[in-house]
């Protein structure tokens, strides 16, 4: 039986681990070609030749991406739309995180925050359409996140560039709807998964006292698992998801509900 996005031809940001890798597995099970772009160039590789292995060669690709830098986006994108035969979806995963209050969080790393979360976005999306334009229907998949939902008194660069994540997603929406195209634009804002962003969390107080602390702040118990995750983006990767775009889909375990 071909798969739910079965012809898709999918990039990926952030592919090497976590939440990138778990996608491309779950796209690629489905029918999708996937390239990972990741600043880890060989942690992006294993993944890829493990998909390869599993669903064939060609399945799978991985880029170098700094996705800070609009030359890289521009090259990768490029190679990329040559390997697959063309680029038709667009997940925006990278990101990071830095601790510190509004008083002690430095300019620096403020910035790398947003220029990371947010500049990765604007980048990716502005050269991708280019290619998306040739292969529509067309999906773009924003990770967000919670916390750019609900604020904390101690992560100013994660919620605001994660709100913005969240507002961009829907402006380019519009503006794909304006002009158009079809090819939508929805965010995901997930809670707490088990990824490797939980590391430090987990060197600080082991890694079961660490998960049950997150746990606890879940309405449903326990953190989330990175197919939590995957499973939303298949479904906006998807012509299932044809009449959604500039919308939000909060896997929160019900943080948002209370």
Wanted: glycine share 10%; aromatic share 6%.
């Amino acid at each position: 039986m071909p798969g739910r996005v079965a012809g898709k031809k999918a990039f990926i940001t952030g592919g090497a681990q976590g939440l990138g890798a778990a996608m491309a597995r779950k796209l690629a099970a489905e029918g999708a070609k996937v390239s990972l772009a990741d600043i880890n160039l060989d942690g992006a590789k294993a993944v890829a030749a493990e998909i390869n292995a599993e669903h064939g060669e060609g399945a799978a690709f991985a880029f170098p991406l700094d996705v800070t830098k609009e030359e890289q986006w521009v090259f990768a994108l490029e190679e990329a739309d040559e390997a697959m035969g063309g680029i038709s979806v667009l997940v925006n995963n990278a990101g990071i995180s830095r601790g510190g209050d509004i008083e002690s969080l430095t300019l620096e790393d403020w910035k790398t925050v947003m220029s990371v979360n947010v500049d990765s976005v604007f980048l990716g999306t502005k050269h991708a359409l280019k290619y998306m334009r040739a292969h529509q229907p067309g999906s773009i998949v924003n990770i967000s996140s919670i916390a750019g939902l609900i604020a904390a008194h101690n992560s100013p660069s994660y919620n605001a560039s994660k709100a913005a994540v969240w507002l961009l997603s829907k402006g380019i929406a519009l503006h794909c709807a304006k002009q158009g195209l079809d090819i939508r634009s929805n965010s995901i804002h997930p809670t707490f998964i088990d990824t490797p962003i939980l590391d430090p969390l987990r060197q600080r107080f082991g890694k079961e006292e660490a998960e049950a602390k997150l746990g606890r702040q879940v309405p449903l118990g326990h953190i989330g698992e990175p197919d939590d995750i995957a499973n939303a983006c298949l479904y906006l990767a998807s012509d299932e998801s044809k009449f959604m775009t500039g919308a939000e889909l909060k896997l929160d375990g019900g943080i948002s509900a209370m």
